[in-house]
């Protein structure tokens, strides 16, 4: 619940800022993915693009979430042989390749880590190191860190096909924008406080572009007064203690900027700068565990004080 009402806080900030003026836009709330998701689509046949970026939302969660046993997923990570349409395998390879190009700091096979934690079945505990081991020796796929990023990708592409002006999606705190605004101004996008509901700067964007925050603060439970959140670290096996709070990615591709804003959380400031300072696809905004926030140079950042970092 509290997650959701943190979503809802900054969407609602997003609606404030972000609107298309002129026009009303269609809007359209779906859960699916294990999140509430915001579509907010102008022109002619947006009513229609809602309905069928609704109805390919819970398509993509049918057939990609590991927590639903039936899903090709699940077929998958019980060992049977299925035949993977050519979209599919183009997935997996994908988040295979996204998995090398962060050194293996987002990795789309971690199911059975998390499952150790009690973040599949919520039954939230601490596992031993036994139990730890064991878990990272039996790689399943989960795509939870990517699936919402490609969904974005995805809905793009039928947007593309429709007649629609412009659109704005929230997919579970993931922010999808398509095209451009009525009034050619750039959409704005509130980053949250990991520490808060409000948010500490404001992101503009110009035409179609994801950006996708991964924080501490999205999946966690507490013990003994200690935070441990739902993003593993691949090497250890145990919530990623990187120092940030959170990692904001602004990237022209969904699937990209999603298995980047984890990939960027887990390595760390350091390694996450060294990664953007060798690619030239996506902007970042980092927000350590002292609240200090550091943005690249191409990241257009507003409304609060940050460090700039160079190429
Ligand atoms: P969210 O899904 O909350 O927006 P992320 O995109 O960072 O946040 O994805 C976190 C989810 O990805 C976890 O809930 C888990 O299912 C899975 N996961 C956890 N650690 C990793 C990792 N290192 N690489 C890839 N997936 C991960
Ligand atoms: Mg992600």
């Not at 002619?44 to 057939?63: N, Q, Y």
């Not at 990623?240 to 980047?260: E, H, M, P, Q, W």
């Amino acid at each position: 619940m509290k997650r959701l009402l943190c979503l809802l806080a900054v969407w609602g900030l997003i609606l404030g800022l972000a609107g298309c003026k002129n026009t009303k836009p269609v809007q359209k709330t779906v859960f699916a993915m294990d999140t509430v998701m915001d579509l907010q689509i102008w022109g002619a046949d947006a009513e229609a693009a809602a309905e069928r970026i609704a109805s390919l939302l819970t398509d993509l969660d049918r057939t990609w979430s590991a927590a639903k046993e039936e899903s090709l997923i699940g077929q998958l990570n019980r060992g049977k042989d299925i035949a993977l349409t050519e979209e599919q395998s183009q997935l997996l390879t994908r988040v295979q390749q996204l998995s090398e190009h962060t050194s293996g700091a987002f990795d789309p096979q971690m199911l059975s880590v998390s499952r150790a934690w009690g973040f599949y079945e919520k039954e939230y505990r601490i596992p031993t190191e036994e139990e730890i081991s064991l878990a990272l020796s039996d790689p399943k796929w989960d795509l939870g860190a990517a699936l919402k990023g490609y969904a974005g990708d995805r809905a793009v592409a039928l947007l593309e096909n429709s007649n629609v002006d412009c659109a704005i999606l929230n997919l579970g705190g993931n922010i999808q924008t398509y095209g451009q605004k009525a009034d050619k101004t750039p959409w704005q996008i509130g980053i949250q406080n990991p520490g808060g509901s409000d948010y500490v700067g404001i992101l503009s964007v110009v035409g179609t572009c994801a950006v996708v925050t991964s924080g501490d603060y999205q999946r966690y439970f507490e013990k003994d007064g200690i935070r441990y959140h739902h993003i593993m670290d691949p090497e250890t096996g145990c919530p990623a203690d990187s120092g940030l709070a959170s990692v904001t990615v602004i990237c022209r591709n969904g699937l990209t900027a999603d298995a980047l804003s984890t990939a960027l959380f887990v390595m760390g400031l350091e390694k996450g700068t060294e990664l953007w300072r060798q690619s030239n696809d996506f902007e970042a905004v980092f927000i350590t565990t002292e609240g200090e926030i550091y943005a690249t140079a191409g990241a257009a950042l507003s409304g609060c004080e940050y460090e700039v970092i160079d190429r």
